[in-house]
């Protein structure tokens, strides 16, 4: 297995330094083609998703294949002004100051199973745009989406510079073990650690897309109806399993009265009496996630749903009241469809008890007070913050994504995907007779106190 990942590394290795993925028209073609790739197999994807997740055709559309070609679309439409090296003026007169924006050479992705397609591909897309080589390996716990990528992805992208490999953990410790010149990786806190470590090695620049507990808080000037149904949607969509989906809820115990009832309209009019019979919902990825999930039911009282089934692989959207700050669903990432409501008598005490954890990825707040939500901006360091809604803030292309602390390092999405996989290689161009220049000729041995005065000036 080694020597394999070896061979695929060195192949794209190779292209990069022979300077194939260069051409701006090269990276165009490529992206172009993993557009159409898109385009004539996506019902095979769809299919995929389906098997994996159970994701329901609009969500996979909104936030896998649809997301996916627009990023396509947006890096074609900015490439060439992003590609342009860029003149900056000089502080000696005569000189030419530039920054070229170099690729890294060969870059490795690794995808996460929650969006097995575009956690995978969009990065992909990015690398592609910024000239490098890429390795992209698709969350093996999504089989079969890993299974159409590495089956599709080849016939249309050039089989030097972009490959695919596939398998699980002891594969991934092999693959770690190859030098790339840039890691992006989305997945948990955890392997997020082991693969910091592995890049540390080589000294490789990494991009580290992680999870956290991501809180909500809810005052009683928020629209109880709009914030509830934006809430249970950003946290039901992908039946949970969404990095920045809202973990739990802060709020007065009036205002959590108030959720409740409305949640259990809401839930009733999306999913109906039976929300295991709903096509709107996916299901949980395995069983062992299932297990892991019930298991947090026991942390609380269930005011909404509390019901699971192992065998297919279903967890019932639920809303959990009476839970403690100790439990152990407030102390992991939840990544399901089970809400907490945890009470809190003041905004300032909801800071304090988020500040006191891991970063958060995401911080959701809904209110109508200004000087209470610019507080929650001010002081809540975490990834990113949608006001009045939920997941949002990732979906608007001009905005970074990304974690900080626990929850990531660097981010990506729009501007920021291309120059993530550039290098920003500064150029200053001098002539000869610079040297008659009355300052530079000053910096030269032997030195002296004029000199000195001079070019401290
Ligand atoms: P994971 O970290 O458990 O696994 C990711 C991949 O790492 C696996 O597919 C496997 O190949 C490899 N791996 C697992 N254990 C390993 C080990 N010991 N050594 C080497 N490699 C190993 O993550 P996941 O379960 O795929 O994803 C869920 C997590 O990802 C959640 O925490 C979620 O919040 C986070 N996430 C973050 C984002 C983001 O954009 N920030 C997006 C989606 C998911």
Known sequence: MATSYKDVVGKARRAFNMGKTRPIEFRRQQLMQLKKMYQENRQTFHTALKSDLNKPQLEAEVFELDFAEKDVDFLLSKLDSWVKTEEVPSIVPGD????????????????AWNYPLQLALIPAAGAIAAGNTVIIKPSEVAPATAAAITKFLPKYLDQECFHVVCGGVSETTELLKQRFDYIFYTGSTMVGKIVREAANRFLTPITLELGGKSPCYIDDTADMDIS?????????????????????????????????QKAKEVLLEWYGENPKDSPCLSRIITERHVDRLAEYLKDGKPVVGGH???????IEPTILVDVSFDSKIMNEEIFGPILPILNVETPEQAVDIINNREK??????FSTKK??????????PCGGITVNDTLHHAANHNL?????????MGAYHGDYTFYTFTHLKPVLMRQFDKDQDAILKKRY?????????????
């Open 400 to 408: 970074p994504f990304g974690g900080v602390g626990h929850s990531g």
């Open 96 to 111: 030419k100051s530039y920054i070229i924006r170099d690729p890294y050479g060969v870059v490795l992705v690794m995808g």
């Open 360 to 365: 958060p990825l995401a911080f959701y707040v």
């Open 308 to 314: 699971h089934d192992k065998t297919s692989k279903w």
């Open 228 to 260: 509830v149904r934006r809430i249970l949607w950003g946290k039901m969509f992908n039946l949970g399993q969404t990095c920045i989906a809202p973990d739990y809820v802060l709020c007065r115990k009036e205002v959590q009265n108030k959720f409740v």
């Open 371 to 380: 000087d209470d939500t610019d507080m929650f901006l001010q002081q809540i």
């Open 445 to 457: 041995p032997p030195y002296n106190e004029e000199k000195l005065k001079i070019l401290t000036s």
